[in-house]
Structure formats: C-alpha cells, structure tokens
C-alpha cells in the first residue's frame, strides 16, 4: 500500500520561519575555521497539500499562513487520498535523498562554491536525537562550527510546481543560539498541462526531468544559503509567479544574484528565493 506524508499549509508556508531570518555577523564568519554540514530530509514520500478552506494567498512580500478549521481539512485531504493514488504514484518511485545526496556532494567537491571550509557533509534521514544534537553543538567550542539544513519537499495541488522549504541553522562558539538562520524557498514549475501528461513527462526515461528537478533543488538551496552567508548585498526588486496550493500569485523582493532562467531574491522577511523566471 502506499504511503503518504500530507503537509499542513500552516506549517508549510513560507512566512513560517522567514521571521527568524539572522544574518552571520562578519565577526562570527571570521571566526568559523570549518563546519560540519548535515542536510536532514525526513520524509518517506512526497507531501501533498489540500487548500485551506476560506485562505488565500497573500502578496506583497512574506506569504504568511492562515489558521486553518483542521475538520474540513482533513475532510479535503481524504477526498485527495484517491486521485492522488491513482495519478501520482509513479512518482513515489523516485528518492528524493537519493538525488539530493548526489547532488550535495557534487556542489561541496568545489570549494569555491560555499564561503566556509566544509570539513564534513552527510544527507540524513533524520534529525539527531536530543542529546547527541545538544552534544554537536556544545562542541563548537572547541571544534568546527555545527550546520543543519532541514529540508521539505512537496508537490502544489494540481500539480503545478515542484517545491522545496528549507530551514538553515549554524552553531559555533558552544552557544545554544544559532549565529545564523535562514528560510530558503526553491521552486520550479513542472505543470501546465493535464496531470496524466504532467506525470508521463517527469517519469520519462526514468524520471530524467523528475531527477533533474530534484538534483537542481538540492543545488539552489545551497547556493541561495551560500550566497546570504557571504553577505550578499540587494540589488533591484524582482517579481516572479509563484505557486502557493495550486494558486499561482505575483511575489517580489530585492534581488541578490543573476542566474539564466531564475530570479534569487528576499521577501521582506528575508526568507531566500529561487525560482524559475519562466511560470503562468
């Protein structure tokens, strides 16, 4: 039977964890000699999402969730259940930490492409528990600086866009409170058709497209992370379409980097962006 993760919009949206955004001071990245990085994907499966009753996406800036009646929610995720085992199985064929960890090692084999010097870097399939997460960070002390990149992975309703939510945290000096912490959003879209033709597209000679996307995710997300850590400074505003639970909506921000095909900017919240230029 298959298995299915199904994500609450409140605690996926992308206003969740922008507030927290802090940038690494220039004293502190001075002061990392190296870091351990460990990238945390823990789900099984794809999420799915249902739309909340009554929410509508916000514009202009951070997209912040809407409390939800969780009895019709769970009423529409159900309705999902059937459809969503009929049309997007295939696509559960697919590991998503697979593709990450290929791609994971690739971008760290330069090291020019993060501004500290990695000394380790491991995908895992969980968080450490308790103690031994207190205990890597209680040894930033006298030892490499401590990141964990915690990373979700979702499909839009409708299938429109492929979408990944990252929180960003580094530890060092031997303090509980993390020097730097950031929101990255990648995004890509991968509908506009029907969802049958949208599924035999991404699951083409062994899900090419599919794998691509989920490499290309995993690429972004360090490079957006990288590029806050080095202090990238905002240039002009940019806008883009991006798709909130099956809703495609304009959001903007300063931008911070060029790159062919996609727009990297900040809402104002400071939550990282990467999203394709080219959507409806």
Not at 152 to 173: H, I, K, M, N, V
Request: aromatic fraction near 8%; charged fraction near 20%; include cysteine.
């Amino acid at each position: 039977m298959l298995r299915f993760l199904w994500a609450l919009p409140l605690l996926m949206a992308l206003g969740a964890c922008a507030p927290f955004h802090r940038p690494l001071a220039a004293a502190d990245r001075g002061k990392v000699q190296e870091v351990d990085v460990r990238v945390v994907v823990a789900q099984e499966s794809f999420m799915f999402s249902a739309q909340a009753p009554g929410v509508s996406a916000a514009t202009g800036g951070g997209l912040i969730g809407a409390l939800i009646d969780s009895s019709v929610q769970q009423s529409r995720q159900k309705d999902m259940s059937a459809e969503v085992q009929a049309i997007v199985g295939p696509l559960l064929d697919y590991d998503y930490r697979a593709e990450a960890a290929q791609a994971l090692a690739a971008e760290l084999a330069e090291p020019a492409s993060f501004p500290l010097k990695i000394r380790s870097a491991q995908l895992l399939a969980a968080m450490p528990v308790k103690a031994e997460h207190e205990a890597r960070i209680a040894a930033t002390k006298n030892g490499p600086a401590y990141m964990v990149l915690w990373l979700q992975y979702a499909l839009e309703p409708g299938l429109g866009a492929f979408t990944t939510r990252t929180s960003a945290l580094l530890w060092q000096d031997g303090k509980r409170e993390p020097s730097y912490r950031a929101a990255a959003i990648f995004q890509t879209p991968v509908g506009g058709t029907a969802r049958a033709t949208v599924i035999r597209r991404l699951t083409a000679d062994d899900g090419q497209v599919l794998r691509g996307v989920m490499r290309d995710s995993m690429k972004q997300t360090l490079h957006v992370v990288a590029m806050d850590i080095a202090g990238a400074r905002s240039g002009a505003v940019k806008t883009v379409r991006f798709n909130v639970n099956g809703s495609w909506v304009t959001v903007a921000g300063p931008g911070f980097d060029e790159q062919p095909g996609r727009v990297l900017f900040r809402d104002q919240d400071g939550a990282l962006y990467s999203v394709r230029s080219a959507a409806p």
